[in-house]
């Protein structure tokens, strides 16, 4: 079945270091991917993601490239804030046998920024 | 812009008691997904309609069981809870067609069984 696995946390950086988190996956067909971002005692956030092989989904100065080569969706940054700590979850979308379209995610790498 | 509604934000049950989650999706979404993430674990799917019809089941135990009604609108009931229910559960809708693209996340209900 679907899976995807995440760089394990956590992740402790000083403020305006580079992100990197790594993700990689296996699907059959072609799933879309995302990142979703949690802060603390709050839902998730959908942060950016890519629909197609190539794709680079982009905000709040986060990237990610969907690698069909690699199966992967690396998440980057090249200047983290302490805005930016919360836990940060992969996941992909692909149609199932039954249609739909259930989302499976990652295991959630927990980032923290110091100041 | 409208988001997607849960009720109620916090519950606390006791164990083998009974509980009903609400979820009210955005307009026009037709699609309407329940995930669960147990404490530091990531979200699982548990179910899914489309339609008023169910479209899809993951890890749902039998205690549970959910539906979506005419106005689109989905409950998620929960019987004979257990220690091990205690998680936040979210709902996420989408439009006709689009959950592969994109799902919205309600805030989530914050289950305690006690």
């Known amino acids: 079945g679907d899976s995807v696995t995440q760089m394990e946390g956590p992740v402790t950086l000083s403020e305006e270091a580079f992100l990197t988190i790594n993700c990689t996956y296996t699907a059959t067909g072609y799933p879309s991917l995302f990142w979703y971002v949690q802060y603390p005692g709050e839902g998730l956030q959908l942060l950016l993601k890519?629909?197609?092989?190539?794709d680079k989904g982009s905000n709040k100065g986060f990237e990610a490239t969907y690698r069909k080569e690699t199966t992967s969706f690396h998440l980057e940054k090249g200047s983290v804030q302490v805005s930016d700590s919360a836990v940060y979850f992969c996941a992909l979308s692909a149609i199932s046998n039954f249609g739909n379209e259930k989302l499976t995610f990652g295991t959630g790498t927990r980032l923290t920024i110091i100041p | 812009a409208a988001g997607v509604i849960q009720s109620p934000r916090h519950l606390i049950k006791e164990k083998r008691e009974t509980a009903t989650l609400k979820c009210y999706p955005i307009?026009?979404?037709?699609?309407v997904y329940w995930y669960q993430q147990g404490p530091g674990q990531d979200p699982q799917f548990l179910i899914s309609f489309y339609e008023k019809m169910q479209s899809d089941k993951g890890s749902i135990p039998d205690r549970f069981s959910a539906q979506q009604f005419s106005d689109y609108h989905s409950e998620l009931n929960m019987s004979s809870l257990e220690l091990g229910d205690s998680a936040l559960y979210f709902c996420?809708?989408?439009?006709?067609?689009?959950?592969?693209?994109?799902?919205?996340f309600g805030p989530g209900t914050r289950l305690t069984v006690t």
């Open positions: 996420a809708s989408s439009l006709p067609g689009q959950g592969r693209y994109e799902q919205y």
């Open positions: 890519a629909t197609k092989a190539d």
């Open positions: 307009p026009r979404h037709d699609t």
